[in-house]
């Protein structure tokens, strides 16, 4: 295939989806970066459902996302044209009605690993995937059968977790790293990654958004071990996200030419986050090695409470809310960036 037919192919193919293609849903599976409040119905202590999380946030109000105000989901779903925020499906104040048109599974915490939710007691990947299956039984007796399998085949899926799995699991439990050395480790993954698109690929999934890893080295948290480099971004884990980045790129191509139908993207929001966090300037911010909340450098969840009295005031001036969550303005910026590809390609 010639320069010029590659180039007609795409051209052919962003104006063909343009007109047929349509996102009825969003459909979030995934961990912190992605999840909407899902951890506040459970017994674990990784929980964002209190002040000052949510400052930012409609009414001020604390959801039990891990940042100041929305999550990418909730602005991917607005570019899309459906509502400004993806309700939690284990969230009480929601029903069937607001689901239908968004709905997110995903639970801090968690990872493609079963080993790593058990870390903090939360939601295990397999067990979205069973809540998943509920909500499209609620679906079919919702709207009817033809209308719900539309739904559940047009919707786009997000998918956005591994972070816990390293950082949370193979670098602070040994359990793992004494069974498998890191490559291992990332190809044990990607070996889950591949069950769990099967799976939902037979239950009737067609569009997925799945997410490369943040250079996870530059979170708050993990600078502020780096005592031994001046608290400069943890290269080895950098290494690490990009290793296992390209890996899952590999992974997605796969897929896509495995499964007939499947239209599997690779958002990869590395590039971008990494500039933000090295020219924060470039995008308004001042503050990136450390966070807004406390000292910025370890609180999360309980630790990062209104009592802190050092938490920043202005969030818009810092790239992460948490020692380990970015705030909304970054959330916002890499979205904007994701969407350039992401909005082509199945709107
Ligand atoms: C994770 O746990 C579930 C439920 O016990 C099990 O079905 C699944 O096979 C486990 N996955 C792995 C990779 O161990």
Excluded at 15 to 23: L, P, R
Aim: proline share 5%; with cysteine; charged share 20%.
């Amino acid at each position: 295939m010639g320069f010029v037919s590659i180039i007609f192919s795409i051209i052919f193919f962003t104006w063909g989806s343009k007109i047929e293609a349509k996102v009825p849903a969003i459909i979030v599976f995934g961990d912190s970066s992605v999840d909407s409040g899902n951890n506040n119905a459970i017994k674990t202590l990784l929980k964002s459902n209190f002040m000052p999380y949510g400052r930012d946030f409609y009414g001020g109000q604390p959801t039990g996302r891990f940042s100041n105000g929305r999550v990418p989901p909730d602005f991917i779903s607005e570019a899309f044209g459906l509502k400004p925020t993806i309700p939690a499906y284990l969230d009480p104040a929601f029903t069937i009605a607001d689901f239908a048109t968004g709905v997110c599974f995903a639970s801090a915490g968690t990872g493609f690993d079963n080993a790593t939710s058990d870390v903090l007691n939360v939601i295990p990947l397999w067990r979205e995937v069973e809540l998943y299956k509920e909500y499209q039984a609620k679906l079919r007796g919702y709207v009817g059968n033809e209308k719900a399998n539309e739904v559940i085949k047009e919707a786009l899926y997000l998918v956005s977790l591994g972070t816990n799995d390293f950082l949370e699991n193979y670098y602070t439990i040994p359990r793992r790293r004494l069974q498998f050395s890191v490559q291992q480790y990332e190809d044990f993954l990607l070996q889950l990654a591949g069950k769990f698109i099967r799976e939902i690929y037979s239950l009737g999934v067609r569009k997925i958004s799945i997410s490369g890893l943040p250079p996870m080295g530059c979170l708050p948290l993990e600078r502020a071990t780096n005592v031994m480099s001046n608290f400069e971004c943890v290269e080895k884990f950098n290494l690490v996200a990009l290793e296992f980045n390209a890996k899952l790129e590999g992974f997605v191509w796969a897929l896509n030419r495995q499964l007939p139908g499947l239209t599997m993207l690779f958002s990869n929001p590395y590039a971008i986050f990494y500039q933000i966090i090295t020219k924060p300037y470039l995008y308004g911010f001042e503050v990136a090695g450390k966070a807004c909340c406390g000292t910025g450098t370890f609180e999360m969840s309980y630790l990062c409470s209104q009592e802190n009295s050092l938490t920043c005031s202005d969030a818009t001036k810092y790239v992460f809310w948490d020692a380990f969550h970015p705030t909304e303005k970054t959330n916002q910026i890499i979205v904007n960036d994701l969407l350039q590809t992401l909005l082509p390609m199945f709107r």
